[in-house]
């Protein structure tokens, strides 16, 4: 973005280097006080800020610490200019957080320099804290014989730069395959950068995949790196690519081809070294022959095709999947050992799971929110949605129906709806009560009779 804040009360200082940056390609916005310099850091993102020591409301270097004390994850470089340096204050802002020092009057060649290097800090710290964002991501769990061949797939194919089309259903985890082939790539050390282009508005996507300049978004920041951009020398996911438009497809096709791109409202293209990886729960070869989708693109990005089964196909994972979101909810919740017994296991294994592994880590966190106090999790704590596809699946062509008695089936619909009213007030019984009607004491009283633990 290279957007530049230059704070300093002498106006000639300002003006001055507005202009000589801005002749450099720069993007410079200037305050005259701390005041206005902090409210404008928290309207907007700038990558360096030029702040002078002296300023008329504050102390230059009180405003630094304010500054690397903002809850954000776009906190800029700060590059500190004074008329009065010494070594003393120079060495107290490097410990405050400050990337350099820079003396008046000042030398134009050493500020470009100093300027361009904390401009590649910045970017560094950025991409860092997104490769610790990575870490936790990309495991593809599961010793059924699908996923065995899946992850033999993955390590066969990630090292090269093969673009890869990955099918599957929602929520089976094409992500999760997308982010394992990064991780055992030769790009696995650069950005891993994801789009789903079914959630982004025809209007928006074409500025999320490749940018805008000088402010060509109104009412957006002046500057934005779409996603291309933002993925220079790694990986660009792009989820259920076969939602995008047939517009923007063209404009995907060209940026692969050349690997360059023009951003909205820019003169000159940006040029990139990008692996993507797509994923679609469409057969796209229909979509070709309804034309929804360019056969010359779906060549370019089926290089590498891969599938994805459905949790239902795999269903010896399940017990895998389980012990694995219940570990990562269980730290988040603090409830670290929390267990399945063996006989929810198998009510899980009998389901059908039409919203695949999404709807299995799901129904795992919405149990441990439901049941503060337990730490294992039986067959009566889970959604009644489970007990019934279990049963059709036990009685399926054996002429029975699916409850024996009315009692029977009128427990497991209050059971059912009860819990989610519950689900969607959020395990607020008090909410959920109004919501059904009843007095809270009385929904309490159901909940017992019928199974559903709740926090006293």
Not at 22 to 37: F, I, N, W
Not at 302 to 311: A, G, S, Y
Request: negative net charge; aromatic residues 6%; hydrophobic residues 40%.
């Amino acid at each position: 973005m290279n957007h530049v804040l230059i704070v300093d009360d002498e106006a000639e200082i300002r003006e001055s280097l507005e202009s000589i940056l801005r002749e450099e390609d720069y993007l410079v916005t200037t305050a005259a006080t701390a005041g206005e310099a902090l409210e404008l850091l928290r309207d907007a993102a700038y990558d360096v800020v030029l702040l002078d020591i002296w300023l008329p409301d504050r102390d230059g270097l009180d405003t630094l610490t304010e500054i690397r004390q903002m809850e954000s994850t776009n906190v800029p470089e700060v590059v500190i200019i004074s008329g009065h340096g010494t070594i003393e204050a120079a060495v107290r802002a490097t410990k405050l957080g400050a990337y350099d020092f820079l003396e008046k009057p000042l030398s134009l060649d050493r500020t470009l320099i100093v300027l361009k290097n904390a401009m590649k800090a910045r970017q560094m710290r950025e991409d860092n804290q997104e490769f610790s964002r990575q870490l936790t991501k990309g495991t593809v769990t599961g010793n059924s014989v699908p996923m065995k061949a899946l992850r033999q797939q993955i390590k066969l194919m990630a090292p090269t730069n093969g673009r890869v089309l990955i099918y599957g259903e929602s929520g089976a985890g094409k992500e999760l395959v997308g982010r394992a082939m990064h991780a055992e790539s030769l790009r696995k050390d650069r950005p891993f950068v994801e789009l789903n282009c079914a959630a982004i508005p025809e209007d928006y996507i074409e500025s999320e995949l490749f940018g805008y300049r000088h402010g060509a978004v109104p009412g957006g920041p002046t500057e934005k790196r779409g996603t291309f951009e933002r993925a220079d020398g790694g990986t660009l996911f792009l989820d259920e690519v076969g939602d995008m438009s047939l517009k923007t497809q063209a404009k995907v096709l060209r940026a692969l081809d050349e690997q360059r791109f023009l951003p909205v409202g820019a003169s000159h293209p940006v040029h990139v070294d990008v692996r993507v990886i797509a994923a679609t729960n469409k057969n796209l070869e229909e979509e070709i022959a309804r034309g929804n989708f360019r056969e010359d693109l779906f060549y370019r990005l089926n290089v590498i095709p891969f599938f994805v089964p459905p949790l239902r196909d795999r269903k010896e994972d399940i017990p895998l999947l389980v012990k694995e979101f219940l570990q990562q909810f269980g730290a988040e919740y603090g409830r670290p050992h929390v267990e399945m017994t063996e006989d929810a296991l198998a009510a899980l294994k009998q389901y059908h799971w039409p919203g695949n592994v999404r709807e299995l880590r799901n129904l795992v966190e919405r149990v441990l929110i439901l049941n503060p106090k337990t730490h294992r999790i039986e067959r009566k704590h889970l959604p009644m949605l489970v007990y019934r596809d279990s049963a059709r699946d036990a009685n399926k062509g054996n002429g029975r129906e699916e409850f024996t008695s009315l009692l029977q089936a009128r427990e497991a619909y209050e059971r059912d709806y009860i819990l989610k009213k519950l689900d969607e007030f959020h395990g607020n019984v008090s909410r959920a009560a109004e919501g059904l009607g009843l007095e809270r004491s009385h929904l309490y009283r159901k909940m017992k009779a019928l199974g559903v633990s709740v926090k006293e």
